[in-house]
């Protein structure tokens, strides 16, 4: 039963707390609750239906599919979040205003609430994904007994979901005017994480071979299955071992989305 709740725990804080950070960066819009709670009903039903059909997606692609069906997902979600890191940067604060001020305006925040309402239901799709794909490989030939597998993703679910709660309370009293650079740097971080996460899946799955060795090991400092080292992972995407393609991945995810930014904000004061 620990374990279950353990890898249930892990994987719904990552969603909880991504789906919190994107709550409160995007607090003050009009109906952001409507587009992300679309995002994690649609993720639902779509780890409902990966694990109804798990099997014979892992029979795909030579055996490939499950590895890229995680790609895949990690891709788009990269994109949307990207999207969003360039849009905010030069709309967040002028689209609040005007939402406060219209507050009947369906319009407001649209261009980046669609991206994230994907973006949150890929989220919760990958995470369910990775459950159903655990639990089934923890399971198999295990001797606990149904109700107690029950519990514990029961206590995972409820932990995870309560953690990202609190994360969303605590970004909520920041003040206004640092309010916004708080949750920007922290969702341009989590696109760095999900492209590390990119990177790892491409290496895992065999389609990517170069500078898949890890650039070292902090697993005696910080074990990446200890509480802490599972709030790092969901809150910073940490690795103990981190190849260079991960490594790579994050921080040219990074620098990149940092500097398309802040061009697409000059190119706008300019307009």
């Known amino acids: 039963m620990f374990a279950t709740a353990l890898i249930v725990f892990r994987e719904t804080l990552e969603a909880a707390l991504f789906i919190g950070i994107i709550a409160a960066s995007t607090r003050g819009l009009f109906r952001r609750t409507h587009w992300l709670s679309i995002g994690v009903i649609a993720g639902c039903f779509g780890a409902v239906g990966v694990a109804l059909t798990i099997e014979r ?9 499950q590895d890229f069906l995680n790609i895949g997902i990690i891709s788009i979600a990269l994109l949307m979040l990207t999207w969003h890191c360039v849009w905010v940067s030069t709309h967040s604060q002028e689209t609040i205003k005007t939402a406060k001020r219209l507050g009947n305006s369906a319009n407001s925040g649209l261009n980046s609430l669609w991206a994230l309402s994907i973006a949150v239901a890929l989220a ?5 994904t990775e459950v159903v794909v655990f639990i089934s490989g923890f399971t198999s030939g295990s001797v606990q007994s149904v ?9 995972g679910l409820v932990s995870g979901v309560i953690c990202g709660v609190l994360i969303y ?5 920041i003040r206004t005017q640092h309010f916004f650079t708080v949750t920007n740097i922290w969702v ?15 290496t895992q799955s065999g389609l990517v071979q170069r500078w898949a060795d ?11 299955d200890s509480p802490l080292g599972t ?7 940490y690795d103990a071992s981190p190849s260079g393609l991960q490594v790579l991945f994050y921080m040219g995810t990074i620098i990149f989305i940092s500097c398309a930014a802040q061009q697409v904000k000059r190119l706008t004061q300019k307009s």
């Not at 997606?57 to 599919?65: A, D, R, V």
């Open 188 to 202: 341009l971080i989590m696109a760095g994480a999900l492209a590390a996460h990119l990177a790892k899946a491409l």
């Open 214 to 224: 890890p650039l070292w090991d902090t697993s005696s400092i910080l074990s990446i």
């Open 124 to 128: 919760v799709l990958r995470e369910g």
């Open 169 to 173: 309370a605590g970004l909520s009293k």
């Open 57 to 65: 997606i892992s029979t795909l692609g030579e055996g490939l599919g």
């Open 231 to 237: 709030l790092f992972r969901a809150l910073l995407g």
């Open 147 to 155: 109700a107690s597998m029950l519990i514990g993703v029961v206590l």
